[in-house]
């Protein structure tokens, strides 16, 4: 599907409320007014596919939107094909639900994942999710997080990858237990950074 043209019609007005979901489409793809798309992308009759476009340029928007629930409920598989650069956006929203973050956590697409890792509040449950991931780099992300707990921090300071041993010894809140452990790791990177950084 085309994106949105480049050229906006002077006389672009809000779409009324009783916009159809034709007209939505079409206002979509005819105008590039940012406050024009995000009142599409908040319409309550805008398609759920245009809807995972938008939310790519307009996650807050999308996440607005208050058919977004019963759209969720109605069209579930549609919205789980959205891009991994749009759950991605959505994720990264403070305010995204926790089913968005769901989403996110079963996206094909690693960004999607990525997303939810750089978020600046996680529960120990959804941490403990992506510490158990296979992307190295996403458990190195996860070990800097602030609100990582003692028994992750020592789940993660065993990690077989030496880039999330190192990425968690960078952490100044290291229990003394997990310290000393690390100060003794077999991988001579960390053990400078630890002496560099103590």
Known sequence: ????????????????PRATAAELTRLAYSVTAPHL????????????TLLGELAARYPEAVLDNPALPLLRLAHGQQIRM??????????AVDA???????????????????AVAGRARLS???????????????RAAVAQHPDLNAELI?????????SVRLSLATRSDLPPEVLNHLRKDPH???RRRLQMGR
Not at 1 to 16: F, I
Not at 96 to 114: F, G, I, N, S, T
């Open 82 to 91: 959205w891009t991994g650069l749009a759950v991605s956006r959505l994720a």
């Open 154 to 162: 020592e789940r993660l300071s065993t990690d077989a990858e030496y």
């Open 96 to 114: 995204a639900p926790e089913w968005v973050q769901e989403l996110a956590m079963r996206h094909p697409e690693p960004q999607a994942r990525w």
């Open 1 to 16: 599907m085309p994106g949105p043209a480049l050229l906006t019609p002077p006389n672009s007005e809000l779409p009324t």
């Open 188 to 190: 001579p990177l960390i």
């Open 37 to 48: 798309l995000e009142a599409v992308a908040r319409h309550p009759n805008t398609p759920v």
């Open 124 to 138: 120990q449950e959804r941490l403990g999710q992506l510490a158990g991931r296979g992307e190295w780099q996403l």
